[in-house]
């Protein structure tokens, strides 16, 4: 039995392997996990796709996709998990429209919901949230033509022929059922993620009874932090975040790498103070941040360049370099003003802040809600006293940043999707200026044209992984650009994926500026056959 693998381009270092069914996806996954090729970094699944992320320094698509099709893909995986009850207030937005697109009364929607059996096939999207095949066929409907910005935690919903539940507020495109109380994501539990791949579910009514999930997983007591001395904020126009070089290779649990969003100036500030180049740093959006020392330290802040101010314990006021070391002394305030270009400004604290690792990194992922709260007047930042080295060498000079007004021109590599474009489509992705709207976070910027990027149809896509500097586009053809903390799942087609060497500049594009697209590279996808080991061999010998 042979098996079709289409090879689509992901941007710089993802390749998006399409399958011909959920089994076989699951199937190269268990692979890939197993035996991991050299070179790759993770692999997320999806509906009838794993996308493979993998270090450009090892190796490329080419080697990558040559090795992938020699995999013998006949041998089906199998799992089983564990069985979980979830109680549903059947009150979604969407109950009415589903039950009209299905042709059913809202009363059968709900039985035939309840009376059906979920199977988790793979994670993504957040931390938490499981893609779940239903054994009711009925339930197969498109999503929203248009996303919404956010969805409550704990909202049950469906889209195509997939069931889930949203763990935490979040923007999506899903038909909204219901509620439940239950968390699906909590860092405090033994395992984080209430539901894995092959658990299965049941959902019931609460009006007819409440009831609880099968299986009760251990808790652990949360730490009482204590109250600790440090460097008090004493202004923030908007919340400040810590960030660092994010959580790469955690796919697995639904976690995206998140991090800074100019992660060249996030490693200028440390390395500007001698610390190793991923210590925590505080990521300040628009100036508007101040702090008061309780002790000597010594300070650099990077990225959009914000006038620094220090004002003394006796009022005199001293303005401190940028990109470079500068000191504190007790009672000095630092004030960052508002920077004339760039969008988020890098504060760094020789021997790091004390923050908090989650999963490995103290990066706030915003989407997720993962890492340490964010950074507010009256917060207090702790010294971490960590060893840093000498630093013999100045950095370079910080880069020209776009201001609002400017047009921005950032590479791209078309696809994973660009064929489900039209010439037009695909023409106007870079033949027009696009606005970054307010509506952008570290999420995505949300964008608008004045013409949308045609599709060739409106079929809908199931859910597949999405690479860092995605352009998504919506049913509306108005693209949606990834950022740090976007999900690494999502059902609108990919037309390209800003290269790599450009995502700083993206994390630094303020709003009221504006992006032209530059494709860079065609689009090229490879398809092939994947055959059994030994008929490989046989084709290998007549050849």
Request: proline share 9%; net charge negative; with cysteine.
């Amino acid at each position: 039995m042979a098996e079709h693998l289409r090879f689509l381009p992901a941007g710089s270092d993802c390749v998006l392997v399409e399958l011909d069914d959920l089994p076989t996806t699951l199937t190269l996954l268990d692979t890939l996990l197993a035996d991991p090729p050299e070179g790759m970094v993770e692999a997320i699944p999806a509906a009838r796709t794993v996308m493979v992320r993998f270090d450009p320094s090892l190796t490329d698509r080419a080697r990558l996709t040559a090795l992938l099709s020699r995999f013998d893909l006949t041998k089906r995986s199998s799992r089983q998990g564990e069985l979980f009850e979830i109680p549903v207030t059947y009150d979604g937005e969407d109950l009415g429209d589903v039950a009209e697109f299905l042709g059913w009364s809202v009363e059968e929607v709900i039985r035939r919901h309840t009376e059906a059996t979920y199977t988790v096939a793979f994670t993504g999207f957040a931390p938490g949230f499981a893609y779940m095949t239903c054994d009711d066929p009925g339930f197969d409907l498109p999503r929203r033509k248009s996303p919404r910005v956010r969805i409550p935690a704990g909202s049950v919903a469906v889209a195509g022929k997939f069931g889930g539940i949203y763990p935490s507020d979040s923007p999506g495109g899903w038909q909204l059922l219901g509620t439940t109380p239950l968390k699906m994501w909590d860092p405090t539990r033994a395992r984080a993620a209430l539901l894995a791949p092959g658990d299965r579910v049941h959902f019931r009514d609460m009006a007819k009874g409440g009831s609880v999930h099968a299986t009760k997983l251990r808790t652990t007591k949360p730490v009482i932090a204590k109250r600790v001395e440090g460097l008090v904020v004493t202004r923030t126009d908007r919340p400040a975040l810590y960030q660092d070089l994010g959580r790469p290779g955690r796919a697995s649990q639904g976690v995206a790498a998140s991090g800074a969003l100019d992660r060249a100036a996030a490693k200028m500030a440390n390395a500007c103070l001698g610390n190793p180049r991923g210590t925590p740093v505080v990521e300040v959006a628009l100036g508007g941040f101040a702090l008061r020392t309780d002790r000597a330290a010594t300070m650099a802040v990077t990225g959009a360049p914000c006038p620094l101010m220090i004002r003394a314990a006796d009022g005199r006021e001293i303005a401190a370099p940028f990109a470079r070391p500068f000191a504190l002394d007790v009672g000095d305030e630092l004030i960052l003003g508002i920077p004339p270009e760039g969008m988020r400004s890098y504060l760094a604290l020789r021997g790091g802040f004390l923050a908090e690792a989650v999963l490995g990194s103290a990066a706030t992922d915003t989407l997720a809600k993962i890492g340490p709260d964010a950074i507010h007047a009256g917060s207090v930042l702790v010294p971490a006293n960590q060893p840093a080295g000498a630093v013999d060498v100045a950095p370079p000079e910080p880069p020209c940043l776009p201001r609002a007004g400017d047009v921005v021109t950032l590479d791209v590599l078309l696809g994973p999707r660009t064929d489900w474009f039209t010439p037009t489509g695909v023409e106007t992705l870079s033949s027009q200026e696009w606005d970054v709207t307010p509506e952008s976070s570290r999420v995505g910027m949300r964008l608008s044209g004045r013409c949308s990027i045609e599709r060739r149809d409106q079929a809908e896509l199931l859910s597949e992984a999405t690479p860092l500097g995605a352009i998504q586009v919506p049913h509306n053809g108005q693209p949606v650009l990834f950022l740090a903390d976007h999900p690494l799942t999502g059902g609108y087609p990919v037309i390209a994926v800003v290269a790599r060497h450009h995502m700083d500049l993206a994390g630094q594009i303020a709003i009221g500026a504006r992006i032209r697209f530059n494709p860079i590279a065609a689009f090229d996808p490879y398809e092939t056959v994947s055959r059994p080991y030994a008929a490989s061999a046989v084709d290998q010998q007549e050849d």
